[in-house]
């Protein structure tokens, strides 16, 4: 039965669509998963300029309206992705969402939701369809106090955010994560630095761990996968010495979800 990870915020552009197409791209070619990704920001989906899926015949559009879900999968980078419609001109029902997915379930390992920003059904509907909810987050005062707006609304639903995201970390003038966790009252998971290569393969429409699988944003994306396969992370006395109090507090929190992860704890 799969594990339903949503990818939420309620700040546009921190890197939700990025990271969903990393995650499943990578759980996929790296860990023989089998992932049913979906494009659940309805009223702005771009999901398929992520995973090179421009002019898709089906839609998640057309599934809330009555299509066949099997008939709006597409098979990419040996994802099953659902598209959304960026010209899509009926109403629908975002909430129909969970019970679409539903009995695809037992075909899949994970199926991984890219919500929309916006405070509304669109996003309610990820957080209701999702067993795991992860909060992108880049690490700056504006965008967490939309974090923890988000972390409010799901708590309220019953559907606490299992982790933070940290994307497009700078450096220097970073909130630390020891405060973006005191703050909010999530562990952060994961802390992926600004790389200037995610542009590139945006361009050229592939997910990150295809396009460059050396760099330092895949390696963070390959430590969340392992957490969510309940697998321990690789590391060596070179890291642990070197590693800061970032790296460590991500390290522990990572090792906790990945415990949750393997024994079912967090299963709803
Ligand atoms: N770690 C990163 N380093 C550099 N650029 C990044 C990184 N992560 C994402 N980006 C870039 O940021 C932009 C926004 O990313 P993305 O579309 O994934 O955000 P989003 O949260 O899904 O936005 P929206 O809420 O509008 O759907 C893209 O151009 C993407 O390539
Ligand atoms: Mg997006």
Do not use: W
């Amino acid at each position: 039965m799969a594990k339903t990870l949503g990818f939420i915020s309620l700040k546009g552009g921190v890197g939700k669509t990025t990271l969903s197409a990393a995650v499943a791209t990578h759980l996929v070619n790296a860990y023989h998963k089998k992932v049913l990704l979906i494009d659940a920001n309805f009223s702005a989906p771009n999901l398929g300029l992520h995973m090179n899926i421009v002019s898709p015949r089906r839609t998640i559009h057309d599934v809330l309206n009555g299509d066949s879900v099997s008939s709006a999968i597409h098979q990419q980078y040996g994802v099953d992705v659902i598209p959304g419609n960026f010209l899509h001109s009926k109403e629908i029902n975002p909430m129909l969402l969970k019970d679409k997915i539903g009995h695809l379930k037992n075909n899949y390992d994970f199926v991984v939701l890219d919500s929309s920003p916006s405070l509304n059904e669109e996003m309610l509907s990820t957080i209701i369809a999702s067993d795991y909810i992860f909060a992108v987050s880049t690490p700056d005062y504006p965008t967490l106090s939309c974090t923890m707006r988000a972390a409010q609304l799901a708590k309220q639903r019953h559907r606490p955010i299992s982790g933070i995201i940290v994307n497009q970390s700078h450096g220097s003038y970073d909130v630390s994560l020891q405060e973006i966790q005191e703050s909010t009252g999530i562990p952060v998971v994961a802390k992926i630095k600004y790389d200037d290569i995610q542009h590139m393969a945006l361009a050229e429409r592939v997910p990150a761990p295809l396009f460059a699988s050396g760099t330092k944003f895949v390696s963070e994306i390959d430590r969340f996968c392992r957490a969510l396969l309940g697998l321990p992370e690789y590391s060596s006395k070179f890291m642990k010495f070197f590693s800061g109090s970032d790296e460590r507090l991500e390290k522990v929190n990572r090792a906790i979800l990945s415990k949750e992860f393997y024994t079912g704890a967090f299963k709803r």
